[in-house]
């Protein structure tokens, strides 16, 4: 079946500290692969996306590529703020279908 | 573009109550989805629209909960006889999708119904 692994939290960074959540999946077919951010008593907001092989989502200095020879789409960013704190969650929605599949999600606290 | 809108925002009820939350998607989404998010996991799928037609009910879904989408606009979510387990945030979302040529659209969510089971 379909599945996203991402790494546990929480992560804790320096303001202007490089970021790296990882994240794996394992899908039938061809997903399109996506960054979820969501921030205390709020619902999920699209951070970026990617729908095919070596497409590079981005979008608020966050990137991800999909690295499909390695089931992988991490996030990144180079410098990261204090309003960056959130949970993160990494999601695949395969080919045709309906329902996104996330992952546990990824805490980040960011301090100044 | 006003974004995915869910009432209420709280809901807290004595168990064995029913409850009952809404919600408004974008107005050109023709798909809607419900979701379950507990504490420190994921959002689970619950079921989901298109237009008015409810084509997948996860076996998450229990006997106690409906969901309907009578004019393939709004949508309500009922917990009957609600339970303690029934405690968490229900995420409404919405897409296009179904149509020729638009697959695999990313799913816009509201802000949730937390609900608070006594």
């Known amino acids: 079946g379909n599945s996203v692994t991402q790494m546990e939290g929480p992560v804790t960074l320096s303001e202007e500290a490089f970021l790296t959540i990882n994240c794996t999946y394992t899908a039938t077919g061809y997903p399109s692969l996506f960054w979820y951010v969501q921030y205390p008593g709020e619902g999920l907001q699209l951070l970026l996306k990617?729908?095919?092989?070596?497409d590079k989502g981005s979008n608020k200095g966050f990137e991800a590529t999909y690295r499909k020879e390695t089931t992988s789409f991490h996030l990144e960013k180079g410098s990261v703020q204090v309003s960056d704190s959130a949970v993160y969650f990494c999601a695949l929605l395969n080919t045709g279908g309906f329902k996104t599949i996330f992952g546990a999600g990824t805490r980040l606290f960011v301090k100044a | 573009d006003t974004g995915v809108s869910q009432d209420p925002r709280h809901k807290i009820t004595k168990r064995g109550q029913n409850v009952t939350f809404r919600c408004d998607p974008i107005?050109?989404?023709?798909?809607l989805y419900w979701y379950r998010q507990t504490l420190g996991q994921g959002p689970e799928f619950l079921t989901y629209f298109q237009n008015e037609a409810q084509l997948e009910k996860s076996r998450l879904l229990s006997d106690r909960f409906s969901a309907e989408r009578p004019k393939g606009s709004f949508s309500t979510l009922e917990i009957q006889r609600t339970e303690q387990g029934d405690s968490a945030m229900y995420l409404c979302?919405?897409?296009?999708?179904?149509?020729?040529?638009?697959?695999?659209?990313?799913?816009?969510f509201g802000d949730g119904t937390r609900l608070s089971i006594l």
């Open positions: 107005s050109e989404h023709n798909r």
């Open positions: 979302a919405s897409s296009r999708g179904g149509r020729s040529g638009v697959f695999n659209q990313p799913q816009h």
């Open positions: 990617a729908t095919k092989a070596d």
